[in-house]
């Protein structure tokens, strides 16, 4: 059975810097990689996806690498805002059919 | 273009009562999925539907039933409401295949 696991589970930053989300997966046959972000009582908003076959996927400030072999992919985010203070999840598509979530990492940004 | 849109958005219930979580998608899209959300334990799949007339279980079905009579509309029913149901609530939509999910607002349930 498919297990993600995301570190740190919470994360605070002075505003500015750059910092690095990450995300490990138990099973290396997976379909795809999505990323999201989920505000305080609010649905999840997609960030990025990538593909089994891709390694990295890059919008705005936030870069997303996968790294299939060894199980992990991270969420880079650069030049950080208080605005980008959220939960961030990592989810795999391993079956076609389901996502398995990872338990997310909440983020703090201090102006 | 209204994405996925969840009703009601806040419920409360006393075991035993029944209830139906409607969900709605616009993007034509074949793929519709239930998640229920709770704290330490991330997002786990309740069914799914790969099209109209077609459903299947996720991780946690029990106590949970579903239909696809149309493309647009995946219900959610609760038979005999519980305490360990108190969760929120997810639908997701996507095209068939390895694409992006789209989630709705979600639904925040309350069992007493």
């Known amino acids: 059975k498919q297990e993600v696991t995301q570190i740190p589970a919470a994360l605070s930053v002075p505003e500015g810097e750059n910092l690095v989300l990450n995300c490990s997966f138990t099973d290396s046959a997976i379909y795809n990689l999505q990323w999201f972000r989920q505000d305080p009582g609010k649905g999840l908003t997609s960030l990025l996806l990538i593909q089994s076959s891709q390694r990295e996927q890059t919008s705005g400030r936030l870069n997303a690498s996968l790294d299939k072999s060894s199980g992990r992919s991270t969420l880079y985010i650069a030049a950080s805002q208080p605005g980008d203070s959220a939960t961030y999840l990592c989810?795999?598509?391993?079956?076609?059919?389901?996502?398995?979530f990872g338990g997310g990492t909440r983020l703090m940004v201090k102006p | 273009n209204a994405g996925v849109t969840q009703t009601p958005k806040f419920q409360v219930l006393k075991t035993g009562q029944s209830m139906t979580l409607q969900c709605a998608q616009d993007m034509n899209h074949e793929y519709m999925s239930w998640y229920r959300q709770d704290p330490g334990m991330g997002l786990r799949l309740i069914h799914y539907s790969v099209g109209a007339g077609i459903t299947d279980q996720g991780e946690v079905p029990n106590g949970y039933n579903v239909s696809r009579s149309t493309t647009e509309d995946f219900p959610l029913r609760l038979l005999s409401a519980a305490p360990s149901q108190t969760s929120v609530y997810f639908c997701?939509?996507?095209?068939?295949?390895?694409?992006?999910?789209?989630f709705g607002p979600g639904t925040r349930l309350t069992v007493t």
């Open positions: 989810a795999v598509n391993d079956a076609g059919n389901m996502l398995t």
């Open positions: 997701a939509s996507r095209e068939n295949g390895a694409y992006e999910q789209y």
